[in-house]
């Protein structure tokens, strides 16, 4: 495999998707931290160079960038037991990973980014009224998610793969965003599994 490198800031949970596929799967990577707080993604030379989204993370291949963290993570677990085989449980799989891009980081990730690294006291007015609906938004993810977990232990396939990754990465730290996780045992214990699993990085590794 071409050496690659992660571009990124390292408290997202995006970027931490990235590395933990990595880090379970034993591929190496060489890490370029950025700071978001100080728009070092705007700059005109990670624009041009890296992103001209402007958003991290990204990885890079060799010479080749691949933005966006579930598709960088599904390129880092192609052929691996992160993927199932099976048809269905890949296309369900593929079903968390669109629910915790829409679902749940809009929400339970907006809310952590929002509290623990802006701080409420200097959001705007259009933030602040915002945040009851992200709130009642992020809890029913967690709810449903809860729902699934209930009598399973993983979300497909029986054992950790991208569609646990994918939703570990923010619901871990969700207490960061004001979500108390004991009022759902399931993702609890799920947790608790996922950071089990052979070869777990923490979000601060």
């Not at 623990?116 to 200097?122: D, P, S, V, Y």
Request: glycine share 6%; charged share 20%.
């Amino acid at each position: 495999m071409e050496p690659m490198v992660l571009h990124e800031y390292a408290p997202s949970g995006n970027c931490y998707k990235i590395r933990l596929t990595a880090a379970l799967l034993g591929l190496p990577l060489e890490r370029r931290h950025y700071d978001i707080m100080h728009g070092e993604t705007r700059t005109p030379a990670f624009l041009q160079n890296i992103n001209a989204n402007g958003r991290i993370p990204v990885l890079q291949v060799g010479s080749r960038l691949l933005p966006e963290s579930n598709a960088a993570c599904w390129y880092l677990a192609t052929g691996t037991p992160l993927i199932p085989d099976d048809r269905f449980e890949q296309a369900d799989m593929l079903r968390w990973m669109f629910f915790e891009q829409y679902n749940h980081e809009p929400n339970i990730a907006t809310l952590r980014f929002w509290k623990a690294f802006i701080g409420e006291e200097r959001l705007t007015a259009s933030q602040t009224a915002q945040i009851p609906a992200k709130r009642l938004a992020g809890e029913a993810a967690l709810a449903v998610m809860n729902d699934h977990l209930a009598q399973r232990d993983f979300f497909v396939a029986d054992r950790v793969t991208l569609a646990d990754i994918s939703l570990y990465a923010y619901t871990h730290v969700a207490d960061e965003g004001g979500f108390d996780l004991s009022r759902w045992p399931a993702v609890q214990r799920w947790i608790d599994a996922v950071s089990a699993a052979p070869g777990h990085v923490s979000l601060d590794a």
